[in-house]
């Protein structure tokens, strides 16, 4: 074995620019794939990390009760003091079960009103926060006007700052707002514009803040009361383990139920939206108590998830694509290597070396300058990667939400480069077996005779 | 026991619609330890008979004994076997590996059979070879820096290499000026005495053939004259 390898790594050098022809056309390919994956992979992070910041978690928990006209209404009532679990309650409970992943507990009521200025009006999702007992839930605002409210600013409102220009109002000016309360009642509350702030990436799913019992006030939930729980975990790949436990834990809608209402709104909020009232069909079984329903990050993220999934699939298929082509090259290149050293081929098989030794040097070789490509390949990913990532984007576009601070960043899933390596090593072995078992099977006394 | 015994060897190639009788009818014994010239002209079958007492070809008819075994079909893998472990071959054009140096040529044999030699007994005796042969100086060269006597050193040294019982050498000072072909020869003839390797060598140089303790002569695929200049082989 030694001696193949000590032939077949050198064999790679006797031929420089050949060689180099083929590793750089091979590294090509491992270019283009790398780069693409670290694309999807950092943009699908960056994307994850702005909806967790959007949304505020990893794990979203909702409630719905039924009243006794069967409308159904976004609440939760039961206690979760102060982001610490086990008050008596069926959701603290199962909080509990899983207090040891969660780094912050959140409660959140959410609702699309309609904001009001003078003769301008805009509709803009209100997001209740406690941020008196979340404080770091303010400091995270990214202020362009104004100043952050105080905790005795029990009616200030936190506008995007996209808002604020449509409808022309400044800091310090009264704003009304016309909400639709739990059981579809419309509500209208005051509020004092305290800051503006910039834009989350996608300007449509910029929120407005206020305070969470005002808002409660307003859309009826009671003092104390919420429609959201956000789970914020300290390692995000549990969120569907945590999901599970929860959902085993609270009482829940039946499947079929759950999947129509997932359809049916944004992930995260069902039902939150434009103040969540609809009525029970006749036809269906009511029930008793809360209802919960959990979603988390990665169910927001499965449909980006699902393209992403393509998106390598592609660079993929590219990859063997552009693998193919270069694997004739390596084919024909070992044919004349084939007849470059049928003499010494020859010589060896008289010197004893066996039909498999000889055929082992060729893939040996083409094995070294497969991989030769891919280390180059990934060298010059790295760098292409490493170039990209410092030029600085526009940070006014849509595109914002792909990206980290303006700039592009990238993931490289491991399994992603062992899968390629994988697949560009046996395309190299596939493509030199033929000219290998052909020089392997070349009688000893033709090859020393100097044909093939 | 005969290291050689070629009996009533033919052996025919075709050529396109035609056939080419290399060999019509040879027969012949070599002794262990003999350093025997097969002598002839161009085209008289010295290669053709070398390479089947080699194993590297096979007769169309009669046999060929090696060391005892009769080597008509053998399976492909034994026959390559028999060659690592009891021939070695020194080649007209030296056909060494390119990219291996001399020490490295010298040692290949050694890496590739089944019997895994230990790595220093390995070079202790690569080094013991090469210092044979002469190339202590250049035992790090490659064959491309090498002159063609040198590189047929080279060559007898690997030939050695697995300690085999027969050396067949197919013009080995053909490719080589008179005074290195005489230098040759005579290591050839100091291996021989040395280790006791039988040696068979194919010449057409008569101040090569006369070195020769054993001389077969060759005309058109047929034994013309076999005689031994010494008086006994030896033992």
Known sequence: ????????????????????????????????????????????????????????????????????????????????????AGGGSALADAVAEVEGQIAELNRRSRTLGTLIFGSKQVNQIIEGVDWVGEPGFLPSLSLTGGAL????????????????????????????ARVATVTGQQNVGEFVLAATIEESGITAFS???????????????????????????????QADRVAEVLRARLPTAPEEERVQEDAGGPPGTPGAFGGGVSRLPADEEPWDGTRYEITTIDDVMA????????????????FVILLTITMVGVVNTFRMVLLERIREI???????????????????????????????????????????????????????????????????????VATNLAILLALSLLAAFIPARRAARVPPSVALRGSA | ????????????????????????????????????????????????????????????????????????????????????????????????????????????????????????ERAGWVAH??????????????????SGGQRQRVAIARALANKPSIVLAD????????ETSEQIIELMKRMNAEFGTTFIFSTHKPAIVAIADHVIRLQDGLVTEEFRTAAEPPA
Do not use: W
């Open chain 1, 303 to 318: 449909q980006a998830s699902d393209l992403f999934r393509v998106l390598d699939i592609v660079s993929l298929v590219v």
């Open chain 2, 1 to 120: 026991m005969a290291a050689v015994e070629v009996t009533d060897v033919r052996k025919v190639y075709p050529l396109g619609k035609t056939e080419v009788h290399a060999v019509k009818g040879v027969s012949f014994t070599v002794e262990e330890g003999d350093f025997v010239s097969i002598a002839g002209p161009s085209g008289s079958g010295k290669t053709t008979i070398l390479n089947m007492i080699g194993c590297i070809d096979s007769p169309t008819t009669g046999t060929v004994r090696v060391m005892g075994t009769d080597t008509a079909g053998m399976a492909d893998r034994a026959v390559t076997d028999l060659r690592h472990q009891v021939l070695g071959f020194i080649f007209q054009s030296f056909n060494l590996v390119p990219v291996l140096n001399v020490t490295e040529n010298v040692e290949f044999p050694l890496l590739i059979g089944k019997a895994r030699v230990p790595k220093a």
């Open chain 1, 149 to 176: 409210p105080g905790p005795e600013a029990r009616n200030a409102l936190i506008l995007p700052e996209s808002a604020a220009d449509r409808l022309r109002v400044a800091v310090g000016d009264q704003v009304l």
């Open chain 1, 207 to 237: 929120s407005a803040f206020v305070r969470l019992d005002y808002l409660a006030e307003l859309i009826d939930t009671g003092a104390g009361e919420f429609q959201l729980l956000h789970l914020y975990l300290h390692d995000p790949r």
């Open chain 2, 171 to 178: 013009e080995p000072t053909a490719n080589l000026d008179s």
């Open chain 1, 1 to 84: 074995m030694l001696g193949q390898l000590r032939i077949a790594f050198r064999n790679t050098g006797r031929q420089k620019k050949r060689t180099a022809l083929l590793a750089g056309a091979i590294s090509f390919g491992v270019l283009v794939v790398t780069v693409l994956n670290g694309f999807t992979g950092g943009v699908s992070r960056n994307i994850e990390r702005a909806l967790t910041d959007l949304i505020g978690g990893h794990v979203y928990i909702s409630g719905t009760e039924l009243t006794e006209s069967r409308l159904i209404v976004n609440v939760i009532r039961d206690s979760v003091a102060d982001g610490s």
């Open chain 1, 346 to 416: 020859g010589t060896m098989r008289a010197v004893g070396m066996q039909r498999g030794a000889v055929r082992a040097i060729f893939l040996m070789e083409a094995g070294f300058i497969g991989l030769l490509g891919a280390l180059f390949g990934l060298v010059l990913a790295a760098a292409a990667m490493l170039i990209l990532s410092r030029l600085t984007l526009d940070t006014d576009t849509p595109l914002q939400f792909f990206l980290d601070a303006g700039r592009l960043t990238f993931a490289v899933p491991p399994l992603s």
């Open chain 2, 129 to 146: 070879l090469i210092d044979a042969v002469g190339l202590d100086e250049h035992r790090a060269h490659r064959p491309a820096e090498l």
